[in-house]
């Protein structure tokens, strides 16, 4: 096969090297513009498990490379006068100059023509079998081939400078630096027996107010570096050089950007490493991702049998992988930015905080590694609620109002389209029965709606009349009478989003007969085959808000200890809010204070209704994840406006305001919402904060609440799995505290876990080891799911 390619760095050379090992009379090429030994940076990091993978590819190879790693399993965190030191991480480091070279010699060993100095001829794919780009983030294949490729480039807040240092550290270190100007922070490691990289990292407004901009706009030559700032870094951080020098090289002040790309092959042309994807440095190595990347490349290419089937199995390989690991990035590159917002943390909060940011990292992974360090963020945690140590964070109990919940798990609302008429029956009883003997400190109804035409579908529940309301209230007594849980009342109005079917008949797909007319803030649907709603009229809110208002009474009525005012996922109040759903051109419409002017109505008037001794939530969409609709700053001043008004607490969800939307997936994925909710606004009000969405296990709520990201966590699609999930956190946890109580007469079932999840694993990896012992070149080993996060 004959094989051009672009890029002379890691990714590129190491390619190049396994490909010509797996078989000699590939006839392989690699342009590189620069010089061999024009390299800029200083030390490239690797997980265990990357190191892995290279082991077994080219064992000399990786030998090579051992012998110059340095390594370390601690990461120090420096922060506001303490330093506080976590084991076991396992990392290794080396200098990327040194890496290159030895690739370098490796292809050379191997007959790789490699030619330096030379950028590559056009129309390498009519000339060659395979055309590989590996030319880096601002990739110009990429960037030739953009209608294909599709990428997208995301350049972020921060300003940062790579530099060197003399100074050996022992560990992962990170810097968190309080100056008048703002929070600066550095990410160091050792690389060699010599020397660390030294990465300065700031917010740009902390950059602008510090001065660094003095230089900007300054087109610095290829390999000149920004002295003025470099001076200036070398005495704002003497005291953490300690008397050692800083070194730069290439280095100027840079903003990250997040490359992404709808495709990574056309043809026979494909990328990899940073001209398919990059990933903010402080989860790890984009040169970890790129030799990944090649590793992966060359298996595919040699298990199948023509290129295009080869790269699409490339593609589908990694892509997942790369996802995941820069969905894990993103959520870190954004603590960073947003690290102003944790400096008023307690110290040992602040570290466990840092070092879970990427929600990859959790409670559960740190004392795995380090016990003493999960030990002391437990008793933090336990001290600043004035209460003993010892008990897992979920189970500390939480005052909402006058209202005491044992612990800090909700069963988040869930709708269940089963009511008839808008009456609950036997289904409500027993899910939300069956949910608050599952040990859930409090339970949440279903939208319940507040009219006939406020309804979802026809299977709503509702509370527009008597017959409801003592429906509701034998519900209500069971979860008193049998168990210590809390129950609230979600209320709510479909808006635009009403008149359609039952979930599993067709989820928001209008109804075939039997509609009903549907109201919105504007005439504008939610979706492609959704009704347009009518434009509400100021009749029409006064109706609305009186509706409202009986629907709460007969909840108080009812015997509810909360009532939660549904104003996120597109309904009536929802679509009030966002400039999506909201076109209106009066007082109810335009500016963010206009659009909130309705819903605060409507809470106002449900507040006044409702008992002043029992707590008053609001749920909220933090994003419409859409280009032109809220935004999580915008959500920020929402909280704000509801706080002011007399909100206990703001539930923070998502989306679900327009069918267009596209939000981001992943794990705890809606959590940085309620983060920055509670630490720009809520916690110094007093107010709680909930946090939904995707939340899996207990592992993730002990994380969330110890980190501070939120005071409650709310789960539901985990309790529709297990209604007894909190019964069983308790008991895999070995807790047997009055904050889970197992009802007496379940109380035989308690049990621990049968095995570790260690115990679990340890066949499979066997089986890995059996299967790569038969193998001569080994491509193939198993990535871990959790990037390396430093």
């Known amino acids: 096969m004959k094989i051009a390619i672009v890029g002379g760095g890691p990714g590129g050379l190491y390619f190049a090297a396994l490909m010509k090992q797996l078989d000699p009379a590939h006839d392989i090429t690699v342009w590189e513009r620069n010089a061999p030994d024009d390299t800029f940076g200083f030390g490239v990091v690797f997980s265990d498990e990357t190191l892995g993978g290279i082991e077994n590819a080219d064992t000399e190879f990786a030998e090579a490379m051992a012998r110059r790693f340095a390594r370390w399993t601690d990461i120090d965190i420096h922060f506001r006068g303490e330093s506080h030191t976590v084991g076991g991480q396992g990392f290794a480091a080396m200098s990327r100059k040194e890496l290159l070279r030895l690739l370098q010699e490796r292809c050379h060993a191997l007959g790789v023509d490699v030619r330096f100095r030379t950028p590559a001829p056009d129309g390498l794919s009519a000339s060659h079998d395979l055309v590989v780009a590996a030319d880096g983030a601002n990739s110009r294949i990429r960037a030739a081939h953009s209608e294909v490729f599709r990428p997208t480039l995301d350049q972020r807040h921060n300003k940062y400078m790579w530099l060197g240092t003399d100074r050996v550290f022992e560990a992962f270190q990170f810097f968190v630096k309080q100056t008048e100007w703002g929070t600066m922070q550095v990410h160091g490691y050792p690389y060699s027996d010599g020397g660390s990289t030294f990465i300065v990292e700031m917010h740009e407004d902390v950059w602008r107010r510090a001065g660094f901009d003095a230089t900007e706009g300054v087109e610095f030559a290829p390999g000149v570096s920004d002295e003025q700032a470099v001076e200036r870094i070398r005495g704002l951080f003497a005291g953490e050089l300690a008397g050692h020098h800083v070194f730069a090289n290439n280095s100027k002040w840079l903003n990250f950007t997040t490359v992404r790309n709808e495709r990574w092959h056309h043809g026979n042309l494909v990328l990899v490493g940073d001209a398919a994807h990059t990933a903010h440095f402080s989860i790890g190595s984009g040169t970890k991702l790129a030799m990944e990347d090649s590793l992966a490349l060359a298996a595919c290419l040699h298990e199948h049998p023509d290129v295009e089937a080869a790269l699409t199995a490339y593609e589908t390989e990694r892509r997942p992988v790369v996802e995941s690991t820069q969905r894990a990035a993103q959520a870190s590159l954004e603590w960073f930015e947003n690290i102003g917002m944790y400096v008023h943390q307690e110290p040992t909060q602040f570290c466990f905080n840092l070092l879970t940011r990427s929600r990859r990292i959790t409670y559960d992974n740190l004392r795995a590694r380090d016990e003493e360090f999960a030990g002391r963020v437990d008793t933090a945690f336990a001290a600043a609620q004035g209460l003993k140590g010892g008990v897992p964070a979920m189970f500390h109990p939480f005052r909402l109002g006058e209202l005491e919940l044992k612990n800090r798990v909700i069963v988040s609302p869930m709708d269940m389209y089963s009511a008839v008429d808008g009456v609950p029956g036997d289904f409500h009883l027993v899910h939300l029965g069956s949910k608050a003997m599952g040990g859930a400190g409090l339970v949440m109804t279903e939208m319940v709606c507040t009219s006939p035409e406020g309804r979802i579908t026809p299977g709503c529940a509702g509370l527009w009349n008597d017959e409801q309301r003592d429906s509701w209230a034998r519900i209500v007594s069971f979860v008193h009478d049998r168990s210590t849980a809390r129950i609230g009342l979600q209320l709510g109005h479909a808006g635009r989003k009403g008149s359609t079917r039952l979930m599993w008949e067709g989820m928001d797909d209008p109804l075939p007969y039997g509609n009903w007319e549907t109201v919105g803030p504007s005439p504008l649907p939610y979706g492609a085959g959704s009704a347009v709603p009518r434009e509400v009229t100021r009749a029409d809110m006064d109706r609305i808000v009186q509706d409202f208002v009986g629907a709460a009474r007969r909840g108080a009525e009812a015997g509810f200890d909360l009532l939660e005012l549904h104003c996120a996922h597109g309904y009536l109040l929802s679509s009030f809010l966002s400039p999506v759903a909201n076109h209106r051109t009066d007082e109810y419409g335009g500016a963010l204070e206009n659009r909130l002017r309705f819903p605060l109505e409507v809470f106002d008037a449900v507040r006044a209704a409702w008992p002043a001794g029992r707590p008053m939530l609001v749920r909220l969409s933090a994003t419409d994840w859409m280009p032109d609709g809220n935004t999580e700053h915008d959500a920020v001043e929402i909280a704000r406006a509801f706080i002011a008004h007399g909100a206990d607490a703001i539930d923070v969800s998502s989306g679900q305001v327009t069918a267009d939307e596209r939000p ?73 505290g009055d904050a889970a109580q197992w009802p007496v007469q379940f109380e035989a079932g308690r049990r621990k876990p049968p095995t570790s999840r260690t115990d679990a694993v340890r066949p499979r990896l066997s089986m890995l080891r059996a299967d790569e012992s038969d193998r001569n070149v080994h491509l193939r080993w198993t990535p871990s799911p959790e990037p390396a996060n430093v």
């Open 664 to 736: 981001a997936y992943g794990r705890s994925y809606q959590t940085p919402f309620a983060d920055r909710i509670r630490h720009e606004v809520a916690a110094a009000t007093g107010t709680a904060v909930i946090a939904v969405g995707a939340i899996a296990s207990y592992d993730d709520v002990n994380s969330i609440l110890l980190a501070g990201r939120a005071d409650l966590c709310a789960l539901g699609r985990t309790h529709l799995y297990d209604p007894h999930w909190t019964l069983h956190a308790a008991a895999e946890q070995e807790y047997r």
